[in-house]
C-alpha cells in the first residue's frame, strides 16, 4: 500500500472511527451474539491473492461490530471503565505509525525519555511520594497491566527476601505473601506464576467495609515466623474490583516496615482519583510503600494498555529482571546514563506507549482530568443517593468513588433477573459480584462520555427490570 | 474532542503518517542525541490547562522526532526486524478506537473470536501440526511478547511436571530445564521468574553452525536424572537471535518425547519462513512439540505486540493459568461453550490484537506475503554472496534466512569501527553480536520497504567504513 492510499484509506478509518462515537448509543451495549456465530461468518481459510481494504471495513462493520460489546458506550457501567479518548486514539495511531522498538534507551532514546518523563509528571499530579521519581532511587515504568505490576513485585520481592538467591537457586519454599480475601485475582496469579505457591499466599479478613485488618495481617505474620516461614510480600488494594474497598495502607505499612516485608499497592482502578486533592486521602502511607501501581488505562482516558508501576528502588527491580546478552548490549547502556526500560518487566519488546499518555495529559490539562473524575464520583454518589432512598434496594458496600455495589432487597435470584434483563435490553450494561456470599450489582461509572442522563436512565431501567421481575 | 474536532486532526495525524514514510529515508536512521537531550526539551511539568492538539503534533515534530530511531526505515538492519505496513497501522487505528477489553469471550465475543479463528488461518498457512488447531485439544492465542509465550510454556511445563503441585505448593528445586547457550535470553528471565532458578537452566553445547547438540542434550538429561533431578522443559529455538541458527527440533523431540519433557519451539524471528513451502523445512519434527511460538510483529508485516502462541494442549495451559474470581463469572463462560483467553496468559486485559493481523493477511493474501519473505531471504543471499566475493570479509555463521552474521577478518577492532562509523553516519543501521568469541556484525534483512537499492547501499557503506578504519 503506497502512502497515497494509506492517506485516502486511512482517513476513512478515522472517519468511521468518528462516526461510530457519534452512533455507539444506538447499539446495545452488550453484543447479543452466540458462541460461535462471529465465527461461523468468516472465510475458511486466508485468502490466496490480496483483496481490497474497502472489503477489510466492510467486513468490520457486517461481521465484527454484532460482536463488539461497547466498553466506550456512556451506557457502559459494567466491570470498570476501560474509556478511551480521541488524543489518545491519535496517540496509538503514531505510535502504530513510527513503530519503534523501546526495549533499550539507544532502540529510540524518546521512547524511553518521554515515558520516564510523563512518569515524573503523574508523581507530581497524583501528589505520589517524591522516592517514586526517576530523580531519586526509584522510578516508573509503563507496564501493560496491574497483573504484570503485582508480578514484577512480587518478583522483586522475592528476590530481595532471599538476596537475589532465587533467580539462581529456584524458590525454597519458605516464602509467605499476604493479601486481603478481597484483593484482585492477579495476586494469586503472579504469586502462582512466581513459584511461591498459592498454599502459601494467605487471604486476609477484612472488615465490615471490605478492607484489609491490620491486625489480622500482624497475627498471621506472627504465625508465620513462629512456624519458621519468612514473610516477603504484602499486597494492599485501594479500590478492590468486587467492591471500590480501600485497605488501610499506613497502619499495614508500620507492620510491613517492622518485618522488613515488601508492601506493593495496587491501586490499579482507583489510584486516578488523587488527580484531585480532595480524593488525596486514599494515599495515606503510600511513602512508607515499596511499590504502587495504578492504570491509566482504565479511568483516565488513555487506551489500553497503560498501566503505571512505581517501585521505591529500582535497583532492586533491574536486578531482579535483567539478563543482559551480547547481542543487546551497546555503548548508552554502559555508560550507566540511560534507563532500559526492558529490565523492569517481563518482556523484552516494548511499544511507545508514553505517547498517547502525554497526548491524554496535555489535551485535558490537570484541571480539565480533574474535572471529569470529579464528576464521575458526583455522578456515581448521585446513584448510591437514589438506591439509598429507594425502598426496595440498598448498598451493599461503601461507595467512596465512582463505584456503587448495591442490590434489590428481595434476594439473589430478583437480583440475577435485573442484570439479566438490563443487559439483554441492550440499553445498558452491568456486572455483578459476591459481598457476604449475596450477589450484588456492581454500578461501575467511569466511561469518558457518561453524563447524567446515562446515569438516569440506568436507574429507570434497572427498576423497571425490577418491578418486571418482582 | 467531539467527533468532529477528532475527524479533523485523525486525518491529520494520518498526513503526518503519510509524510513519515515518504520521508523516513532522509533521517539518520539511528538517533543522534545524547541521553537527557530529549527529557532537557520537554515542559517540567503537566499543564494546568488544556492545550490545542496542533501544539502535541509540532512538539513531535520537533522534540520527539530526533529522538526517534528508524525502525520502519529501509535502511534498519539492525536487531531484528520489528516491520509494520499502513494495512496493520489501520488495524491499531480501529482497535483503539473500539477500545474493547477482550479478557473474556463475553467482553466482545468478535475479539475472541476472530483471534481463533486467525489463529486457525495461520495453522494452514504455514503448514503447522493439526493439533495447535482449535478444534483440536489445542488450539492459539495472541501474546504480546515471544517471552511471555515461553514463560506461559515454562509454567504449563512446571506444573505438568509436578502434577499441578508447584501451582499450589509452590517450587520444589528439583525440577531443570534445557535450552541451547544460543537461547534468547528471555528463556533465561522465564526461567528465573517461574521460581526454578538459573542454576537449574542448562546451557546445552551447540555445534558448529550454532544448533544444540541432541547428544548433548542427551547426556545431561541423562546425568540429572541420574542426580534425582526432573527434567521438565527444554526449548528450542529456530532461528537464534544471534546468528539465525536452527536447533534440530526432531531429534530434539525424541529426546523429550522419551522422557516425557515439554518441548517448546521458540520461532520468534523466523517462524513466518514458512509461509513459503520452500522453507518449511524448519518446522520439521514440530508435529513432536508441546508448544511453539512465532512472531508476526517481527517479520509479518504486522504492528508490535504480536506473538502467535500455540499449544498441543490447551487444557493443561488454562488449568495452569486461570483463577476464577466472582467478579468475572458469567454464563458464556460456565457454559463451556466459549473460549476465555485471559486464562492463556499472564495478563487478565487485553486489546484487540486479532483485527490488524486480519488485516494484514487479508490485504497482503498469502502470495502477497509469500513474495515479500522471498524477496527478503533473496536480499539476504544477494548480500550474502557479496562478503564471501570479498576477501576482506568473512561470513561467521551459515545464513538460512533473512540474517546475514559476518565479519571483516581483520580483528575486534574494526568490525566495532565500521559499525559505529555507519550507524553514526545515519546512512543505515546494523547492530552485533558475539560469536566464538569474536565480534561480528549482523545484517538483518526484513523492513517492509527495504529493496535491493537499500541493501547495495548497505553494502558500499560498510565497505567504505573498512577502507577508512583500516
Known amino acids: 500500500m503506497t502512502p497515497e492510499e494509506f492517506r485516502r484509506q486511512g482517513k476513512a478509518v478515522v472517519d468511521w472511527i468518528a462516526d461510530y462515537y457519534e452512533k455507539v448509543e444506538s447499539f446495545p451495549v452488550m453484543a447479543q451474539v452466540k458462541p460461535g456465530a462471529i465465527r461461523a461468518s468468516l472465510s475458511k481459510s486466508a485468502p490466496r491473492q490480496g483483496e481490497p481494504f474497502e472489503s477489510m471495513m466492510r467486513d468490520v462493520e457486517k461481521l465484527i461490530l454484532p460482536g463488539i460489546t461497547h466498553w466506550q458506550s456512556p451506557n457502559f457501567f459494567g466491570f470498570f471503565p476501560s474509556n478511551t479518548s480521541f488524543p489518545s486514539i491519535m496517540g496509538e495511531m503514531l505510535s502504530a505509525g513510527l513503530g519503534v522498538q523501546g526495549m533499550l534507551w539507544a532502540t529510540s532514546p524518546a521512547c524511553t525519555e518521554l515515558e520516564t518523563h510523563v512518569l515524573d509528571w503523574l508523581v507530581q499530579m497524583l501528589d505520589l511520594p517524591r522516592k517514586f521519581l526517576s530523580t531519586s532511587a526509584g522510578g516508573g515504568v509503563i507496564q501493560d497491566t496491574a497483573s504484570n505490576s503485582s508480578l514484577c513485585a512480587v518478583l522483586a520481592a522475592r528476590e530481595r ?14 516464602l509467605v505473601a499476604y493479601t486481603s480475601a ?13 513459584g511461591i505457591g498459592r498454599e502459601n499466599l494467605r487471604l486476609i479478613d477484612v472488615d465490615g ?4 485488618k491490620p491486625e489480622a495481617l500482624d497475627a498471621q505474620l506472627q504465625r508465620d515466623i513462629a512456624a519458621g516461614r519468612t514473610p516477603f510480600f504484602v499486597c494492599t488494594t485501594l479500590g478492590t474490583t468486587s467492591s471500590n474497598a480501600m485497605d488501610p495502607v499506613r497502619a499495614i505499612a508500620r507492620i510491613c ?43 483516565m482516558f488513555t487506551n489500553f494498555d497503560c498501566d503505571c508501576f512505581y517501585v521505591a528502588d529500582r535497583n532492586g527491580l533491574i536486578r531482579t529482571m535483567s539478563v543482559l546478552p551480547e547481542y543487546l548490549r551497546n555503548k548508552a547502556t554502559e555508560s550507566g546514563a540511560v534507563v532500559d526500560y526492558r529490565d523492569w518487566h517481563v518482556q523484552l519488546g516494548r511499544r511507545f506507549r508514553a505517547l498517547k499518555l502525554w497526548f491524554v495529559i496535555r489535551y485535558y490539562g490537570v484541571e480539565g482530568l480533574q474535572h471529569h473524575i470529579r464528576r464521575h464520583v458526583e455522578l456515581a454518589q448521585e446513584f448510591a443517593s437514589w438506591v439509598r432512598a429507594d425502598k426496595d434496594f440498598e448498598l451493599a458496600a461503601p461507595a467512596p468513588l465512582n463505584l456503587v455495589c448495591f442490590r434489590h432487597r428481595g434476594g439473589d435470584e430478583i437480583n440475577q433477573h435485573i442484570m439479566d434483563r438490563v443487559n439483554q435490553s441492550g440499553a445498558m450494561y452491568l456486572t455483578h459480584t459476591r459481598l457476604r456470599d449475596k450477589l450484588v450489582l456492581r454500578m461501575s461509572i467511569g466511561q469518558t462520555n457518561t453524563e447524567l442522563r446515562h446515569v438516569e436512565r440506568a436507574w429507570k431501567c434497572i427498576r423497571e427490570a425490577a418491578a418486571a421481575s418482582a
Open 257 to 299: 516496615g517492622e518485618r522488613n516485608v515488601w508492601l506493593h499497592v495496587d491501586a490499579a482502578m482507583s489510584g486516578t482519583a488523587a488527580l484531585c486533592p480532595e480524593f488525596r486521602s486514599i494515599h495515606d502511607g503510600l511513602e512508607l510503600s515499596d511499590s504502587y501501581c495504578f492504570n491509566p488505562h482504565k479511568w
Open 182 to 194: 478481597q484483593a484482585h485475582s492477579s495476586i494469586e496469579k503472579g504469586v502462582k506464576i512466581a
Open 161 to 174: 527476601a532471599t538476596r537475589y538467591a532465587s533467580n539462581e537457586r529456584g524458590c525454597d519454599g519458605k
Open 209 to 212: 467495609n471490605f478492607a484489609m
